[in-house]
């Protein structure tokens, strides 16, 4: 860059900060790019950003982000962004919807399999040296609902249909099909969508009123034989009544990607349960997710620096 005032700067808060860099250089000469992939820098130069790319909005630095004007998240969610959304009405806010969807499913869709044939047991008879035999019915027999059937969630509807399964899924708006499902729910109408399910996926956005949306009327709505996957955020589902219900058998098992605390403590039952895998919240992170980042962070630097309306712009009103 010259020694002109650059047309934006952004500051990159990221551990993938430097990558960043290297990219808006290749493609963005006039634009600055500052990287902070620690507080300190963060703190150091936060008065300068007119935009921001982070996967949390540091929200402790908020007062002293006089000049910014744009926030790009690099994950799907901006629930981070909620205790200050009163105040930072003049930020816009987009994310990187869309990135995630084809390896999320990939995760539900192996979590399925892993769920249905108890392919724990099969590792510890493995390791046991027993010879255990069993018959398991196809997938192609059983049914899988989609909480909410955004980008992510509507890309694991069309993966279970090709798997043959037949699919239900809630949504605000009924009024539009969604490929791949075999009937729609309000997302009010949780109590007749979860009985008809023996695979439940929660993909629903973060906001305050998806906080405990499965608890233990929701449990109690499930078959005993069903399975709940999470890939949304820990606190859809309370966490304590989840446990208790897949200690006493009233649901199957589960597979957990996101949890109330992360990393998940030491002490929580979860660890141990044989009906239960968990996994460190790794379910969206494709190997090249930089790259899938850039793709439409750097579509919306150009929008930026035109003044165009920017691509997977999010309503904090709503959170999504």
Same mark, same amino acid.
């Given at each position: 860059?010259?020694?002109?005032?650059?047309?934006?700067?952004?500051?990159? *808060?990221?551990?993938?900060?430097?990558?960043?860099?290297?990219?808006?250089?290749?493609?963005?000469?006039? #634009?600055?790019?500052?990287?902070?992939?620690?507080?300190?820098?963060?703190?150091?130069?936060?008065?300068?950003?007119?935009? !921001? !790319?982070?996967?949390?909005?540091?929200?402790?630095?908020?007062? =002293?982000?006089?000049? /910014?004007? &744009?926030? =790009?998240?690099?994950?799907?969610?901006?629930?981070?962004?909620?205790?200050?959304?009163?105040?930072?009405? *003049?930020?816009?806010?987009?994310?990187?919807?869309?990135?995630?969807?084809?390896?999320?499913?990939?995760? #539900?869709?192996?979590?399925?399999?892993?769920? *249905? &044939?108890?392919?724990?047991?099969?590792?510890?008879? =493995?390791?046991?040296?027993? &010879?255990?035999?069993?018959?398991?019915?196809?997938?192609?027999?059983?049914?899988?609902?989609?909480?909410? /059937?955004?980008?992510?969630?509507?890309?694991?509807?069309?993966?279970?249909?090709?798997?043959?399964?037949?699919?239900?899924?809630?949504?605000? %708006?009924?009024?539009?099909? #969604?490929?791949?499902?075999?009937?729609?729910?309000?997302?009010?109408?949780?109590?007749? /969508?979860?009985?008809?399910?023996?695979?439940?996926?929660?993909?629903?956005?973060?906001?305050?009123?998806?906080?405990?949306?499965?608890?233990?009327?929701?449990?109690?709505?499930?078959?005993?034989?069903?399975? /709940?996957?999470?890939?949304?955020?820990?606190?859809?589902?309370?966490?304590?009544?989840?446990?208790?219900?897949? =200690?006493?058998?009233?649901?199957?098992?589960?597979?957990?990607?996101?949890?109330?605390?992360?990393?998940?403590?030491? %002490?929580?039952?979860? &660890? %141990?349960?044989?009906?239960?895998?968990?996994?460190?919240?790794?379910?969206?992170?494709?190997?090249?997710?930089?790259?899938? #980042?850039?793709?439409?962070?750097?579509?919306?630097?150009?929008?930026?620096?035109?003044?165009?309306? !920017?691509?997977?712009?999010?309503?904090?009103?709503?959170?999504?």
């Amino acid at each position: 860059m010259t020694g002109e005032s650059p047309e934006l700067t952004i500051l990159l *808060h990221h551990p993938a900060a430097e990558t960043f860099a290297r990219l808006i250089g290749e493609r963005f000469p006039q #634009v600055r790019a500052i990287v902070a992939p620690d507080s300190g820098r963060l703190k150091q130069y936060i008065g300068e950003a007119d935009a !921001l !790319l982070a996967f949390h909005f540091p929200v402790e630095v908020f007062a =002293q982000a006089k000049k /910014l004007r &744009w926030f =790009q998240c690099t994950g799907a969610g901006v629930d981070s962004m909620f205790p200050i959304r009163e105040k930072a009405g *003049h930020i816009a806010v987009t994310t990187a919807r869309g990135i995630h969807g084809d390896l999320i499913a990939d995760y #539900v869709m192996a979590g399925v399999t892993m769920l *249905h &044939w108890d392919f724990r047991r099969f590792l510890r008879e =493995q390791s046991e040296r027993k &010879w255990h035999p069993r018959v398991v019915a196809p997938l192609a027999d059983m049914t899988l609902g989609v909480v909410g /059937l955004g980008s992510i969630g509507s890309t694991i509807a069309r993966r279970a249909k090709s798997a043959g399964m037949t699919v239900v899924g809630s949504k605000r %708006d009924i009024s539009v099909p #969604v490929a791949g499902v075999d009937r729609l729910f309000a997302s009010d109408d949780l109590r007749n /969508l979860l009985p008809r399910c023996d695979f439940v996926v929660l993909a629903v956005p973060a906001t305050p009123e998806t906080i405990g949306l499965i608890g233990p009327a929701e449990i109690a709505r499930m078959k005993p034989h069903a399975f /709940l996957i999470n890939i949304a955020r820990g606190n859809v589902v309370v966490e304590s009544q989840l446990i208790s219900a897949l =200690q006493r058998g009233a649901i199957a098992g589960a597979m957990l990607d996101v949890f109330e605390r992360e990393p998940l403590p030491h %002490d929580s039952p979860l &660890w %141990d349960m044989p009906n239960v895998i968990t996994t460190p919240h790794v379910a969206g992170n494709p190997a090249d997710y930089a790259e899938r #980042v850039f793709s439409i962070f750097g579509d919306n630097i150009e929008r930026f620096l035109k003044r165009q309306p !920017l691509k997977n712009f999010i309503d904090l009103a709503r959170g999504y």
